[in-house]
Nanobody, 122 residues
Framework: QVQLVESGGGLVQAGGSLELSCAAS????????MGWFRQAPGKSREFVAR????????FYTDSVKGRFTISRDNGKSTVYLQMNSLKPEDTAVYYC???????????????WGQGTQVTVSP
């Protein structure tokens, strides 16, 4: 069982930066691939980024490549999402999730956080 708690969301102007954190409970954190997803109002949840258990492999959706960076610290049981050059279309609730194997598909994730709101003003 893994419990996930996101933090770091907020309101930022376009072009600004935020770093999201996702703290995990449970000693099995280092065995899980981790992902970030987001859901904007009226839209379905979409994949943002994922990272493998060791942090040596990452993958991003095209719209955030070059702007967002996913990383993890297994010693702290935490995964991060550094978001730079934010755009109004990045506004959404951001969720972290844990999976046994890395995937872009939400259905492949076993555990989810409660989400943190990110709002980017024009």
């Amino acid at each position: 069982q893994v419990q996930l708690v996101e933090s770091g969301g907020g309101l930022v102007q376009a072009g600004g930066s935020l770093e999201l954190s996702c703290a995990a409970s449970g000693r099995a954190f280092s065995t899980y691939a981790m992902g970030w997803f987001r859901q904007a109002p009226g839209k379905s949840r979409e994949f943002v980024a994922r990272i493998n258990w060791s942090g040596t492999s990452t993958f991003y959706t095209d719209s955030v490549k070059g702007r967002f960076t996913i990383s993890r610290d297994n010693g702290k049981s935490t995964v991060y999402l550094q978001m730079n050059s934010l755009k109004p279309e990045d506004t959404a609730v951001y969720y972290c999730a844990a999976a046994r194997t890395g995937t872009m598909h939400a259905g492949g994730y076993d555990y989810w956080g409660q989400g943190t709101q990110v709002t980017v003003s024009p």
